[in-house]
């Protein structure tokens, strides 16, 4: 894959090469949405659990789903109808979810409250394949595709407090990887002076991200003393776990989590692909 985008690369190079007629510089900026993949739905399943187990819950864990984005693209004009555009950007989804509540664990009573901080911020490489349309004086349809390369960094953190064994812990994971997948959008091109167009557009992402290893901790205090634990192998993984119900759950672990409670275990995927909805500026010279 990574062959085909470095072909992919020298082609446009060379195509705005072969036919410099127009550039055009274009920003845009909006909203970005993402699936979450197995992060969402382990949370989910969590949040499933500890309504099943705890007597009393308020709050929730809550999903990657939505955030900002920003992008940058230059397109060099074949003819009047086809353009190829080299471009980049920047976006990031994160999300704070908290949950109190209180239970029994053979017959003591306890309390809980714990915080769940993710963020996944991610510069995507993209290069575009366009066909302009031109419907009016002013206004053209922009019909957009093609490969992305995007670099990943995760991070979560869940800060936890319990009046079991006077427990105060933070876990934290942080983990970088790269992507590849492909884009297709819709865009309205409005013209307001020679040169300056106003864009609108659409447009929906596929990319995933997997096997996301990297530095993990678990510190802080309790009534048997301090908790400090710490590895740089640890993985983010998949399972589902068997209390009476069956529940989708995530962590992070140095090898494959085991146990006759724990099935299918792989390592977890965060599912990038979403909608992405921009509007800014082209300027053509």
């Not at 308020?58 to 109808?81: F, K, R, T, V, W």
């Not at 409005?190 to 096997?211: L, N, P, Q």
Request: charged share 15%; hydrophobic share 40%.
């Amino acid at each position: 894959m990574k062959k085909y985008f470095f072909y992919l690369i020298m082609f446009a190079l060379v195509a705005a090469a072969a036919y410099p007629q127009t550039v055009s510089l274009k920003l845009t900026g909006g909203l970005t949405w993402i699936d979450g993949g197995d992060y969402s739905l382990g949370l989910s399943g969590e949040n499933r659990l500890l309504g099943d187990n705890l007597s009393a819950m308020s709050g929730a864990y809550q999903p990657l789903d939505h955030g900002l984005q920003g992008q940058i693209e230059m397109i060099h004009n074949i003819n009047s109808h086809l353009a190829v555009g080299l471009g980049g950007g920047y976006y990031r989804v994160s999300r704070e979810g908290r949950v109190t509540g209180s239970g029994l664990v053979l017959g003591v009573p306890f309390a809980l409250d714990s915080t769940i901080t993710a963020k996944v911020s991610v510069i995507p490489f993209f290069i575009n394949l366009h066909y302009l349309a031109h419907v009016a004086s002013r206004l053209s349809l922009d019909i957009f595709a093609g490969p992305v390369f995007e670099v990943v960094q995760f991070n979560f953190q869940n800060s936890s407090s319990t009046t079991l064994l006077t427990a105060q812990t933070t876990e934290k994971f942080t983990a970088s990887r790269t992507a590849f997948g492909g884009q297709a959008g819709l865009g309205l091109n409005f013209e307001i002076i020679k040169g300056v167009s106003f864009v609108a557009e659409g447009c929906y992402r596929y990319a995933k991200v997997t096997d996301l290893q990297g530095n993990w901790s678990l510190l802080g205090t309790s009534s048997l003393g301090p908790v400090n634990k710490t590895s740089s192998i640890s993985t983010m993984w998949f399972y589902r776990l068997t209390a009476g119900s069956t529940y989708d759950q995530f962590a992070f672990f140095d090898t494959a989590p085991q146990g006759a409670s724990i099935s299918g275990a792989r390592r977890a995927e965060i599912n990038l692909s979403g909608f992405i909805a921009s509007a800014g500026f082209k300027f053509s010279f």
